[in-house]
């Protein structure tokens, strides 16, 4: 068995999909499946290069629309790859994919992996639906990443028959840091914001990652609690100005983009984790997991059809509370800071789910079960 995973971008450059798909393709050549990337470059030249063990094949890439990168290199790539691999892992939404393997259309197996439905782009998908339609027929087989996606996506429900849920997971080993480096960033930090508690978010600087909604909710907030949300993206300085705005300066910090080092050490000196999006675009919410490997307690949103608060289990591992409701998310996260023994609680209970359902070994173990069904392999 060879695969080659099909995705927008592949680490260095990271984020959810890119996570996932980097979890899975290393997990499966340490178990001797050999496997190979093709995706799109951040830069106007082609590379093929290699990652770790993965040899990689990035299309130059010239123009960015709708979140897509305009790579028609793959098409080429995927070409000259023809033939060589048993099972082609799809990784969407990616428009510019299933655009390659509708004119390049592969002798292997076709694994989607369906990330997210396309939520925030309703004109385009008018568009693309014809072609994700010939995909989403064309599919050997369809992988859901929680039962709540499979079960409430419009595009998944017809072909429930080849929909197969596997969960995303990480290498709690791969958020270790030395141990000087973490301890020095720990001070760090301490010395910016104090002994204060610390509600630390993070994620891109998008609509639907509601952190409005969590500006908002901050002037709800105990008094000496200070709200951390890290990460870059094009509503940076609008968020910023509505902390301004509002006279919240002391209760709220945008900081910008992270350091996987910084990252770590929020992750370590925070009192909970908070996820306030507002739609399905937030599919899952990897970050969650390294929340919940940090023993951290979540609270997040009760997103109807998202993965988000079934990886959350309310009254398990943190709280839910309804979309787009400041006074709420204000609330849940006003109810941990009062009872510190129910946020420990929370927090060792998300970290034994995360060992029982999210792990990178667990992931790939059930995506080899899918490819062995879809060739016709023995278990």
Known sequence: MKTLQFTKFYPPVFGGIETATYELAEGLIARGVPTDVLCANTERRAVRDTYGPVRVS??????????????????????????????????LPNPMANVALRLVPPRARI?????SDIINQARALKLYEPLQQWMLRRADAIIATSPPYAAHSPWLRPYSDKVHVVPLGIQADRLLHPQQALSDARRALRARHGERPLIFSIGRMATYKGFDVLTEASREL??????????????LDS??????????????????????????????????FCLPSTNRAEAFG????EAMVAGLPIVSTDIAGSG????????????????????????????????????????????????????????????????????GQPG
């Open 308 to 375: 988000v608060p079934w990886v959350n289990a309310h009254g398990e591992s943190g709280l839910n509370v309804p979309i787009l409701q400041p006074r709420a998310l204000a609330d849940a996260i006003n109810r941990l800071l009062d009872d510190p023994v129910l946020a420990r609680q929370y927090g060792d209970a998300g970290r034994r789910r995360f060992e029982t359902h999210f792990t990178a070994d667990r992931m790939v173990e059930q995506t080899l079960a899918v490819y062995r069904q879809v060739l």
């Open 111 to 115: 694994v989607l992996h369906w990330h």
């Open 58 to 91: 990035r299309a130059a890439s010239y123009a960015k629309l709708l979140s897509t990168s305009m790579a028609p290199g793959l098409i080429t790539e995927l070409a000259r790859m023809r033939g060589q691999h048993d099972i082609v892992h799809v990784h």
């Open 239 to 272: 968020h910023r100005e509505q902390v301004r705005h509002l006279g919240l300066e002391g209760r709220i910090v945008f900081t910008g983009r992270l350091s996987d080092l910084e990252v770590a050490a929020y992750m370590a000196e925070a009192t909970m």
């Open 222 to 235: 105990r008094r000496g609690a200070l709200v951390v949300v890290g990460g870059g993206g094009e509503l």
């Open 286 to 289: 990897m970050v969650l997991l």
